[in-house]
Nanobody, 120 residues
Framework: VQLVESGGGLVQPGGSLTLSCAAS????????MGWVRQAPRKALEWVSS????????YYADSVQGRFTISKDNAKNTLYLQMNSLKPEDTAVYYC??????????????WGHGTQVTVSS
C-alpha cells in the first residue's frame, strides 16, 4: 500500500487549498479512506472519512461545512478541498486507508503527510 499526499502549503486565513492523495498497491474502490491531521504539540485529530466503494462521507465538527472529501476512482486519488481556512487548521495532514473500517485515528495505512500552514 502506498499513499502519497500533495497540495499542502502556506495560505492566508480565509483561503483555500486542495490536498490530493495518490493511492496504489491495493484495491482502491473497496477501501475506506480519510484524512487525519496533527497540529504542533497536539494529538492526532481525525478530519474526514469516505467509503470509496459507496461514497458515504463523515466530517469532524471542526471542519464541517468548510472541508469536502472526494475521490476519483479512475485516478485512484483521494482529495480534501479546504475552504475558509483558519490558523487552527495548521497541521500536517495525513492520508489514511483501511480495508475494513471507517478511518479514524488508527487506520491500517498512512501516507507521509503534507504540511498546511494558515497564516497571514
Amino acid at each position: 500500500v502506498q499513499l502519497v499526499e500533495s497540495g499542502g502549503g502556506l495560505v492566508q486565513p480565509g483561503g483555500s487549498l486542495t490536498l490530493s492523495c495518490a493511492a496504489s498497491g491495493f484495491p482502491f474502490s473497496s477501501y475506506y479512506m480519510g484524512w487525519v491531521r496533527q497540529a504542533p504539540r497536539k494529538a492526532l485529530e481525525w478530519v474526514s472519512s469516505i467509503y470509496i466503494g459507496g461514497g458515504g462521507t463523515y466530517y469532524a465538527d471542526s471542519v464541517q461545512g468548510r472541508f469536502t472529501i472526494s475521490k476519483d476512482n479512475a485516478k485512484n486519488t483521494l482529495y480534501l478541498q479546504m475552504n475558509s481556512l483558519k490558523p487552527e487548521d495548521t497541521a500536517v495532514y495525513y492520508c489514511a486507508a483501511d480495508p475494513n473500517r471507517w478511518v479514524t485515528t488508527t487506520p491500517d495505512y498512512w501516507g507521509h503527510g503534507t504540511q498546511v500552514t494558515v497564516s497571514s
